[in-house]
């Protein structure tokens, strides 16, 4: 397995695995989060890579206060090779070379078995509560 930078000819194997990991939902279009993504920190978009094949993804941002992670997937019959944990350990590194304190990310309470992943690799339920406003 191979971890490298996103690569345009990877958005339509990224696209089908986060739709295989169930990650694209109705109010968020996966090709226009890529194309932002790559208009801003480029660099911290990463895809995992194995026999040729797209098997992981993970996007990172810094925005001077706090890091932020989304689209964390690896194909289904991949899981538990270790490879969301070494693209969480490039994450991190890349994040604390920008000067980031700490990172934040939102998992959804269903979810349970990435809740354990990210628990597993040091994250802990801050006392918080989300909000979200659609603005298109």
Not at 15 to 40: G, H, M, S, Y
Not at 78 to 105: F, S, T
Request: glycine share 6%; proline share 4%.
């Amino acid at each position: 397995m191979t971890l490298r930078p996103y690569q345009a000819e990877d958005k339509k194997a990224i696209v089908a695995l986060w739709e295989a990991c169930r990650l694209v939902v109705p109010q968020n279009d996966p090709i226009a989060d890529i194309q932002t993504k790559i208009q801003f920190q480029p660099g911290l978009f990463l895809v995992a890579v194995s026999e040729n094949r797209l098997v992981g993804t993970v996007m990172a941002g810094y925005e001077g206060h706090r890091g932020w992670i989304n689209y964390l997937a690896v194909a289904p019959e991949m899981r538990r090779q270790g490879i969301a944990k070494a693209m969480m350990v490039w994450v991190e590194r890349e994040l604390r070379a920008l000067g980031c304190p700490k990172i934040n990310l939102q998992v959804r309470r269903t979810n349970t078995a990435v809740i354990h992943f990210y628990r597993a690799v040091g994250f802990e339920e801050d006392d918080v509560i989300s909000f979200g406003k659609r603005l298109a």
